[in-house]
C-alpha cells in the first residue's frame, strides 16, 4: 500500500476530501437560512418528497457500518454474515410497509408530534411524565454509543489514511461531521444525504466491478480461491444453527424502533407517495449492501498473503492498493458521506429529545423558537464531547458500537410503536414497562454467551410486557384513541 507513505499522493486525498466538506458545508448554510422554526430544525416541517425521503431514510441508516463494520464482517468471518444483510433488507420493507404510512398519518393526528417521545406522551396522554423520562433516557444512552460508533469509524479511516494518531484523527473528523448539522438541522442533512445516498451506491458498484475487471480472476475464480484457501468462508452457514441464523435475522426488527429512521416517516410531505419512497429506499439498500458484502469477499482473497491488522478497514485498504489518489479521495469522501449522514440524523434526534422533552418540559415551557434553536445547538456539543469520550478507546469497533445501540433502540422502542399504531388497548403503563424492558433485556441478554442476538430476547420482553400491563391498566386507556384509529383507519 505504497500511497500510505506517498506525501503527494495524500496531498491529493486531502484536496479531494476538503472539496467535498466545503459542498456539505454550503449544504449546511443553505439548511441554516432556510431554518426558521424549531419544527424546521428537527423534522424540516414534514416537507420532504418521496425521493428525498427514501434517500434520506436509505443515508441516515447505514452509517460507517455500510463501507467500514459490514465490509470488515464479510472479511473476517466470510459469506454467512449474509444472514444479517437479508434481515435487514427484509425488517427495512416491513418497517416501510406496515408503520411508514400510519405513522406520518397518526403523529399529525396526535398533537403534530415531532419527536417518537412527544409522539408516545400524546398518544397515551402521560400526564406522570414517567414515559417521557424513561424514552429520553433511553434515547440519550443508546443514541451517545451509536454516535460514538460513527466517530470511531472516521477516527479509524483518517488515522490509517493520513497517518495521524487516533485521537488527532477522532477530533478532527467529529469536528467535520457535526459541522454542517450544527448550523442547518434536518434541512442540512435532507439536502446532503440525496447526493450522499447516490454517491454511495455508485462506489458500492463501481468498486467491486472495478477490482474484479482489473483482476486476472473473475468472480467465480474469486470464488474458488477462497474456497482452496479456506472452505468454511465461503460456506454461508458455517458455524451456524437454526438460533445463530435466526439472530442474524433479528437485526431487521430493529427498524420498527429506530428514532433516526422513523422520524424521517413523518417527515415525508404527502403520506400517499411513501409506498413510492419505499421501493426507492430498499432498492438503494440491497444493491449498497451486496456491493459492500463483495468488497470484503474480495478483500479475503486479495489480502490473503498479508491480512489486515484491522479488517474494518479493508474497503479503503484495497482502494490505496488500486486507485489513483484522486478517486481514493471520492471513496473517502463516500465513507465520510454514510458516517455524517447516520451521525447527523442521531444528533439531531438526540438533541432535539433534550430540548423538547426535557428542557421546554422541565425548565421554560414557554420557550421561543430562537430560544429552542439554540438550547438544540448547545445539547449538539454536549453530545458530541460524551460520544467522543466513548470512542476514545481505540479498541472499539465500528460494528460492535452499532450492535449494542441498534438493539437498545429497537427492543426499546419498535414493540411500543407496532403496538401504539395497531392495538387500542395499548396503555400508558404498557408503553412505560415495554420501554424499560426492552433497554434493560437488550443490556441483560447481551451479557448471555447462548443468544446469539440480544434484539430478539429484548424485542419479545417488551411485546409481551407491554400485552400483560395494558390488560392490567385498562382505564388509563385515552378516550379519544377510537377517534384517531377511526381516522386512521377511513384515511387508509
Given at each position: 500500500?505504497?500511497?500510505?507513505?506517498?506525501?503527494?499522493?495524500?496531498?491529493?486525498?486531502?484536496?479531494?476530501?476538503?472539496?467535498?466538506?466545503?459542498?456539505?458545508?454550503?449544504?449546511?448554510?443553505?439548511?441554516f437560512?432556510?431554518?426558521?422554526?424549531?419544527?424546521?430544525?428537527i423534522?424540516?416541517?414534514?416537507?420532504?418528497?418521496p425521493?428525498?425521503?427514501?434517500?434520506?431514510?436509505?443515508?441516515?441508516?447505514?452509517?460507517?457500518?455500510?463501507?467500514?463494520g459490514l465490509?470488515?464482517?464479510?472479511?473476517?468471518?466470510?459469506?454467512?454474515?449474509?444472514?444479517?444483510?437479508?434481515?435487514?433488507?427484509?425488517?427495512?420493507?416491513?418497517?416501510?410497509?406496515?408503520?411508514?404510512?400510519?405513522?406520518?398519518?397518526?403523529?399529525?393526528?396526535?398533537?403534530?408530534?415531532?419527536?417518537?417521545?412527544?409522539?408516545?406522551?400524546?398518544?397515551?396522554?402521560?400526564?406522570?411524565?414517567?414515559?417521557?423520562?424513561?424514552?429520553?433516557?433511553?434515547?440519550?444512552?443508546?443514541?451517545?454509543?451509536?454516535?460514538?460508533?460513527?466517530?470511531?469509524g472516521?477516527?479509524?479511516?483518517?488515522?490509517?489514511?493520513?497517518?495521524?494518531p487516533?485521537?488527532?484523527?477522532?477530533?478532527v473528523?467529529?469536528?467535520?461531521?457535526?459541522?454542517?448539522?450544527?448550523?442547518?438541522?434536518?434541512?442540512?442533512?435532507?439536502?446532503?444525504?440525496?447526493?450522499?445516498?447516490?454517491?454511495?451506491?455508485?462506489?458500492?458498484?463501481?468498486?467491486?466491478?472495478?477490482?474484479?475487471?482489473?483482476?486476472?480472476?473473475?468472480?467465480?475464480?474469486?470464488?474458488?480461491?477462497?474456497?482452496?484457501?479456506?472452505?468454511?468462508?465461503?460456506?454461508?452457514?458455517?458455524?451456524?444453527?437454526?438460533?445463530?441464523?435466526?439472530?442474524?435475522?433479528?437485526?431487521?426488527?430493529?427498524?420498527?424502533?429506530?428514532?433516526?429512521i422513523?422520524?424521517?416517516?413523518?417527515?415525508?410531505?404527502?403520506?400517499?407517495?411513501?409506498?413510492?419512497?419505499?421501493k426507492?429506499?430498499?432498492?438503494?439498500?440491497?444493491?449498497?449492501?451486496?456491493?459492500?458484502?463483495?468488497?470484503?469477499?474480495?478483500?479475503?482473497?486479495?489480502?490473503?498473503?498479508?491480512?489486515?491488522?484491522?479488517?474494518?478497514?479493508?474497503?479503503?485498504?484495497?482502494s490505496?492498493?488500486i486507485?489513483h489518489?484522486?478517486?481514493?479521495g471520492?471513496?473517502?469522501?463516500?465513507i465520510?458521506?454514510?458516517?455524517?449522514?447516520?451521525?447527523?440524523?442521531?444528533?439531531?434526534?438526540?438533541?432535539?429529545?433534550l430540548?423538547?422533552?426535557?428542557?421546554?418540559?422541565?425548565?421554560?415551557?414557554?420557550?421561543?423558537?430562537?430560544?429552542?434553536?439554540?438550547?438544540?445547538?448547545?445539547?449538539?456539543?454536549?453530545?458530541?464531547?460524551?460520544?467522543?469520550?466513548?470512542?476514545?478507546?481505540?479498541?472499539?469497533?465500528v460494528?460492535?458500537?452499532?450492535?449494542?445501540?441498534?438493539?437498545?433502540?429497537?427492543?426499546?422502542?419498535?414493540?411500543?410503536?407496532?403496538?401504539?399504531?395497531?392495538?387500542?388497548?395499548?396503555?400508558?403503563?404498557?408503553?412505560?414497562?415495554?420501554?424499560?424492558?426492552?433497554?434493560?433485556?437488550?443490556?441483560?441478554?447481551?451479557?448471555?454467551?447462548?443468544?446469539?442476538y440480544?434484539?430478539?430476547?429484548?424485542?419479545?420482553?417488551?411485546?409481551?410486557?407491554?400485552?400483560?400491563?395494558?390488560?392490567?391498566?385498562?382505564?388509563?386507556?385515552?378516550?379519544?384513541?377510537?377517534?384517531?384509529?377511526?381516522?386512521?383507519?377511513?384515511?387508509?
Amino acid at each position: 500500500m505504497e500511497f500510505l507513505q506517498n506525501t503527494d499522493g495524500n496531498i491529493f486525498i486531502a484536496i479531494t476530501v476538503a472539496i467535498y466538506m466545503t459542498g456539505l458545508m454550503y449544504l449546511g448554510w443553505r439548511g441554516f437560512r432556510n431554518t426558521k422554526t424549531f419544527s424546521d430544525y428537527i423534522l424540516g416541517s414534514r416537507k420532504l418528497g418521496p425521493v428525498v425521503g427514501a434517500m434520506n431514510v436509505g443515508a441516515s441508516d447505514m452509517s460507517s457500518w455500510l463501507l467500514m463494520g459490514l465490509p470488515g464482517a464479510f472479511y473476517m468471518y466470510g459469506i454467512n454474515q449474509i444472514w444479517i444483510v437479508v434481515g435487514l433488507v427484509a425488517g427495512s420493507y416491513c418497517s416501510w410497509k406496515f408503520i411508514a404510512k400510519r405513522l406520518r398519518r397518526y403523529t399529525e393526528i396526535s398533537g403534530d408530534s415531532l419527536t417518537i417521545t412527544s409522539f408516545f406522551e400524546s398518544r397515551f396522554e402521560d400526564k406522570t411524565r414517567m414515559l417521557n423520562i424513561s424514552t429520553l433516557i433511553v434515547i440519550i444512552f443508546f443514541f451517545t454509543i451509536y454516535i460514538a460508533a460513527g466517530f470511531v469509524g472516521s477516527a479509524k479511516l483518517f488515522s490509517v489514511i493520513f497517518e495521524v494518531p487516533y485521537m488527532t484523527a477522532l477530533i478532527v473528523s467529529a469536528v467535520a461531521i457535526v459541522s454542517y448539522a450544527l448550523l442547518g438541522g434536518f434541512l442540512a442533512v435532507s439536502y446532503a444525504d440525496l447526493f450522499q445516498g447516490i454517491l454511495i451506491l455508485c462506489v458500492l458498484i463501481f468498486v467491486p466491478v472495478y477490482i474484479v475487471g482489473k483482476s486476472d480472476l473473475s468472480l467465480s475464480d474469486h470464488v474458488m480461491q477462497t474456497i482452496a484457501m479456506n472452505p468454511t468462508h465461503a460456506d454461508p452457514f458455517y458455524n451456524l444453527d437454526f438460533i445463530g441464523i435466526l439472530g442474524f435475522f433479528a437485526w431487521g426488527l430493529g427498524y420498527f424502533g429506530q428514532p433516526h429512521i422513523i422520524s424521517k416517516y413523518m417527515a415525508i410531505q404527502d403520506p400517499n407517495r411513501i409506498d413510492l419512497a419505499r421501493k426507492i429506499c430498499i432498492s438503494w439498500m440491497a444493491i449498497s449492501m451486496i456491493g459492500a458484502s463483495v468488497i470484503g469477499l474480495l478483500g479475503y482473497v486479495y489480502f490473503a498473503n498479508a491480512p489486515l491488522s484491522e479488517p474494518e478497514t479493508v474497503f479503503i485498504a484495497m482502494s490505496h492498493s488500486i486507485f489513483h489518489p484522486i478517486i481514493i479521495g471520492v471513496l473517502i469522501a463516500a465513507i465520510l458521506s454514510a458516517t455524517m449522514s447516520t451521525t447527523n440524523a442521531q444528533i439531531i434526534i438526540c438533541c432535539s429529545a433534550l430540548s423538547q422533552d426535557f428542557y421546554r418540559h422541565f425548565f421554560r415551557k414557554n420557550a421561543t423558537n430562537r430560544e429552542m434553536l439554540i438550547v438544540t445547538r448547545m445539547w449538539v456539543v454536549i453530545v458530541v464531547l460524551v460520544a467522543m469520550v466513548i470512542a476514545a478507546d481505540q479498541s472499539s469497533t465500528v460494528l460492535g458500537l452499532v450492535a449494542k445501540a441498534w438493539a437498545g433502540l429497537g427492543a426499546s422502542f419498535g414493540p411500543v410503536v407496532l403496538l401504539a399504531l395497531f392495538w387500542k388497548k395499548t396503555t400508558r403503563g404498557g408503553a412505560f414497562a415495554g420501554v424499560v424492558s426492552g433497554a434493560l433485556g437488550a443490556i441483560i441478554f447481551s451479557k448471555l454467551s447462548f443468544i446469539s442476538y440480544e434484539i430478539l430476547p429484548a424485542f419479545l420482553l417488551s411485546l409481551l410486557m407491554i400485552f400483560i400491563v395494558s390488560l392490567m391498566t385498562q382505564k388509563q386507556v385515552p378516550s379519544k384513541v377510537n377517534a384517531e384509529f377511526k381516522q386512521l383507519n377511513d384515511a387508509a
